[in-house]
């Protein structure tokens, strides 16, 4: 498999959920990014992480709780979500975070209902 | 603040119609500007990096271009699968690998 995947794809979860977004990327890159989409609005960076250390969090609520055991592998725990949380969840991976491109995933479209 | 506007919000285009879709940019130092293509249902795809004004590149009925203020996407001949949403971000700062996109531009192209 090439490029970065996702998974799940789709996920609905109740707000007392606990569920996991998992990204893998397979192009040797040692960075990687979360992101989220939500509906007319432009993409929000959420964490960065660079050889597996994050480097960027931005101002992300706790409910949201990334984690990074290995530069290939990327996960997004989330727990007591809210509704407003519902957007797609985008994975990014780029060589490095001096200015290379950011090849991105094909989401997780996330519900919380 | 970097902000970065991307307009028109959306375009309806002929085929064959050429047009260009416009990103204007606030940053300090800038040291990338990045369009991408996103299909409904899809990430990101990437399609042009640009660094500095004067800057064009092409690939196929696609050519970018970049000035101090802003960058134009410009599509000739348009055909009905250049239909997407086209995004702009981008870099800025001495460090980091931070983008900023904008809100995108959605290209609608009937035959």
């Known amino acids: 498999e090439t490029g970065v995947t996702q998974t799940p794809r789709h996920l609905v979860m109740g707000m007392t959920n606990k569920k996991s977004l998992k990204c893998e990327q397979h192009l040797g890159h040692n960075a990687m990014y979360w992101y989220k989409q939500s509906a007319k609005k432009p993409l929000e960076l959420m964490f960065v992480?660079?050889?597996?250390?994050?480097?960027e969090n931005n101002s992300v609520p706790s409910r949201f709780s990334p984690e990074c055991p290995n530069s290939s592998h990327l996960f997004l725990h989330l727990h007591t979500l809210q509704p407003e949380d519902s957007a797609l969840y985008l994975c990014?991976?780029?060589?490095?975070?001096?200015?290379?491109?950011?090849?991105f995933g094909p989401g997780t479209r996330l519900l919380v209902l | 603040e970097d902000q970065v506007t991307q307009s028109p919000e959306a375009l309806r285009l002929q085929e064959g119609e050429s047009s260009s879709l416009n990103c204007s940019y606030t940053v300090s130092g800038l040291r990338g500007l990045f369009w991408y293509r996103q299909d409904p249902g899809k990430g990101p795809e990437f399609l042009f990096t640009?660094?500095?004004a004067g800057e064009e590149k092409e690939k196929e009925r696609l050519k970018a271009t970049l000035t101090k203020k802003e960058s134009f996407l410009h599509i000739t001949a348009p055909k009905p699968e250049d239909s997407a949403t086209y995004l702009c971000a981008v870099q800025a700062g001495e460090y980091g690998n931070k983008l900023v996109f904008g809100a995108g531009t959605i290209l609608r192209v009937k035959s």
């Open positions: 992480y660079n050889f597996k250390e994050q480097t």
């Open positions: 990014a991976s780029s060589r490095g975070t001096s200015g290379e491109t950011q090849y």
């Open positions: 640009l660094y500095s």
